[in-house]
Every structure is written in structure tokens, then in C-alpha cells.
């Protein structure tokens, strides 16, 4: 079977490594080879062993009949959206790694790919490696899922634990994250959890069966995160994590990221580097988690290139999927409860005649005080900390 790889970039050319390192056992499940075509991409690879399979259009790989599989990996909407689009229309399935496009346009390539009787699927998009989305989409259709919890920023779970660890601050960690390759130059995605946001809004899309619109999640990342919190953190047991999670309210979702102060026993609390894990409660299985390789080159790739097994086993057949145009009018932010935690340089006397009982987690330091609130709405807490005015930050627990 012949197939495409659109960006070459880290994805791109580890997808092309798995497929030549593990060609065998891709054809063992098979019966079948994949054999790669083409690769689009705008740059030159001199001196790469597949030189001979580069193109620079993407019509060339639309008008070849014979590629029924494409994969995406180039990232961004645009122009991965016009070049998927022509894809499917052409009749080809297409697997992409970009939670960018199929948080904004996944919902409609979906109905494309379904009109054009191929397939559009996304395993790689969110936790990497981690085989999440064929979980939901195949393993947990029998449960009402109550709750999804997810560290599924690698970046910024490996540039929290080595605040955690080392005490560092988060300029430093962030420049060593960059050093390492794993933050971008512009690491605004990653820290302001845009891409944490992106990867619950699809999981909630697909266990909802509607769009959820990723604008509409409230979104806190790291960037005011600091080694003082860690010490908070420390002298509480807790340790801070980026959640992305939807918790079943109602007949509907709310959906938050957020850095939370976890304590020592909660699923997540020992995820830590690059690693990502996604917690998923059913009201029948109950607890459920799954941990892996959340980025990086091969093990996105691995996820990749068993969704190419998945199309070439589903030539010519739709794969139904649950995700419709209609939007999920999600759950009322202000109304989740929590307990907060909040620096201040307000005095005791002047936390406890706003918030009432509260537990103080005092480092002694000379111009601030910390302390945890009992379980009060967001709203609560909005219009409380107005009333005490010079609040320093404040961090949810989970
Ligand atoms: N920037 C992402 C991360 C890549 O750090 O998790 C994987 O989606």
C-alpha cells in the first residue's frame, strides 16, 4: 500500500523511521506493506536516505491514485487544513499528529472523510504516544466517562518537576527546556497551556460526541508559577501539576486548565518530566489511567503509524466516530467548587474576617502569608478576593 508523509520536520521523518525500522512487523499485522511515495515538504533534504520521495506540491500526491494514506505532520491550521481537505476529497484517509487542526477543524474533516468513504483519524494529537483517542473512540463506549484529568503538556510537566526537584525558578527551567529541545522558541502554546487546552477540548469532544469549542475553556498556564509556591507546595505535601480536565456536571462538561496543587495521593501526583498520563473515570469501569511518552519524535510517530495500520485495515470503509457539529454548551465555570490556595500580604485577622476558616501553610516569610480556603464556588472566591484586595497569586487543589 502506498502512502504519503506531508512535514518532514521531528514528526514527519520519525514516522518514515518507524516505517522503514519496523516494516516487517507493521506487514506481519497487516498482511501488507506500507510503502512511503512521497514526502512533501518545502525545504531540501540532500542527504537524507528517502532524497529520491520528496515533492514540493501537494497536488502531486492528491493526483496519484495509487497513495490511499496520508499522513499529516506539519502542524498549524494553515495550510494543513487545505491540504488534508484535499486529501480526503480526493478519497485518501489521512492521519495527523496536530491538535491545532483538529481542535479547530477535526469535527468537519471527520464528515469530509466520512462523505468521501475514507477515514480521518488523529491518535497522535493528544498524549503522544499514549493510545488514548481509539481508547475512547473504541474501548470506553459503554460508560458514562464522569471525569478526564490529563498532564498532557510535556514541556511543561518536565519544566514543573525540575522546578519541584531542583528549586529553580521558571526562567531557568524554561531556557533548559529550550535547551533540550522540548519548549519552542516562542513557548507560549506550551506554558500558557493553549496546547493543553486544545487536547481537552478534543477529548471532550469525542466523549461528548460534540464540538467543544476550545476558546470557551477557561486557561491558566505556568508562566506565574515560582520556586515560592514550590516551598508552599513542599511544607503541604503537594506537588503542582498542569491539569487540562472535563468533569461531568449535569448533563453536560465543565472544562478547565489550570496549574493544581495535588496532594501526595492523587493519581497524577508522581507524572513527572516529559511524561504525560490522562486519569479517566467511568461510572462503570471507575478508575482508569494512561501513561506514556507524551511528545518526541518516535514515540508520536509510533502512534502515527498505527493509525496507518488502522486505515489500511479500513479501506473503503467508514470507521464511525461520535463528533457532530453541535456545539457542547459546556458546563458554568464560576460554579465549580474548590479549596484555594492564596499568598497574600494581608494579616490573619484580615484573611479570616473575608474567608472565615481558612488553614494556613506559613513559610515565615516576612511580607506574605499563605493559606487555604475551605471549598468555596469560583465565584465565591472571585468576589472574596476582591474584598481582600492584595492577593499575590492563588493555585486550585485538586
Ligand atoms: N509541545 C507538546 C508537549 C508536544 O510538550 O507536550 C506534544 O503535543
Redesign the pocket.
Same mark, same amino acid.
Given at each position: 500500500m502506498k502512502v504519503a508523509i506531508m512535514g518532514y520536520g521531528t514528526i514527519g521523518s520519525g514516522v518514515a523511521k518507524v516505517l522503514d525500522v519496523n516494516r516487517d512487523v507493521i506487514a506481519d499485522h497487516l498482511g501488507d506493506t506500507l510503502d512511503l511515495k512521497y514526502i512533501l515538504d518545502l525545504r531540501d533534504f540532500p542527504d537524507d536516505p528517502h532524497k529520491d520521495l520528496f515533492v514540493k506540491d501537494y497536488m502531486d500526491i492528491v493526483n496519484d491514485s495509487e497513495v490511499q494514506i496520508v499522513v499529516e505532520t506539519m502542524g498549524g491550521v494553515n495550510p494543513a487544513y487545505e491540504f488534508v481537505k484535499a486529501m480526503l476529497l480526493a478519497g485518501k484517509s489521512v492521519t495527523t499528529s496536530n491538535?491545532a487542526l483538529v481542535a479547530d477543524k477535526g469535527v468537519e474533516l471527520t464528515k469530509i472523510a466520512a462523505e468521501h468513504n475514507c477515514n480521518f483519524v488523529f491518535e497522535a494529537a493528544v498524549g503522544?504516544g499514549i493510545p488514548i483517542i481509539r481508547t475512547i473512540n473504541a474501548c470506553l463506549t459503554a460508560d458514562i466517562i464522569e471525569e478526564v484529568s490529563a498532564i498532557?503538556?510535556? +514541556?511543561?510537566n518536565y519544566m514543573l518537576t525540575k522546578m519541584e526537584k531542583n528549586g529553580s525558578d521558571y526562567a531557568d527551567v524554561l531556557k533548559e527546556a529550550q535547551d533540550l529541545g522540548?519548549a519552542e522558541k516562542d513557548p507560549t502554546?506550551?506554558v500558557e497551556g493553549f496546547?493543553s487546552c486544545r487536547k481537552i477540548a478534543i477529548l471532550t469532544s469525542l466523549i461528548t460526541g460534540h464540538q467543544v469549542k476550545f476558546e470557551k475553556i477557561p486557561t491558566q498556564g505556568i508562566s506565574k508559577i515560582s520556586a515560592v509556591d514550590f516551598k508552599y507546595a513542599k511544607a503541604m505535601n503537594r506537588s503542582i501539576k498542569l491539569l487540562a480536565r472535563a468533569v461531568k456536571t449535569g448533563d453536560t462538561y465543565t472544562c478547565r486548565v489550570a496549574p493544581f496543587m495535588l496532594p501526595e495521593d492523587h493519581t497524577l501526583f508522581h507524572v513527572s518530566g516529559v511524561m504525560?498520563a490522562v486519569y479517566i473515570r467511568g461510572n462503570m469501569l471507575g478508575d482508569s489511567m494512561y501513561y506514556g511518552a507524551?511528545?518526541g519524535s518516535l514515540p +508520536?510517530a509510533s502512534a502515527v503509524a498505527a493509525d496507518m495500520v488502522f486505515l489500511a485495515r479500513n479501506t473503503n470503509r467508514v470507521v464511525p466516530v461520535k463528533w457532530d457539529e453541535q456545539e457542547l454548551a459546556i458546563g458554568d465555570n464560576m460554579a465549580e467548587t474548590y479549596r484555594f490556595f492564596v499568598r497574600t500580604g494581608a494579616s490573619q485577622s484580615e484573611i479570616e474576617e473575608v474567608f472565615g476558616n481558612v488553614e494556613y501553610a506559613n513559610l515565615d516569610l516576612d511580607d506574605e502569608t499563605g493559606f487555604v480556603t475551605e471549598m468555596i464556588s469560583e465565584s465565591s472566591f472571585e468576589q472574596l478576593s476582591k474584598s481582600l484586595g492584595e492577593i499575590k497569586s492563588y493555585i486550585r487543589l485538586a
Open positions: 491538535k503522544g498532557c503538556n510535556g +514541556t511543561t522540548y502554546a506550551d496546547d504525560n507524551g511528545a +508520536t
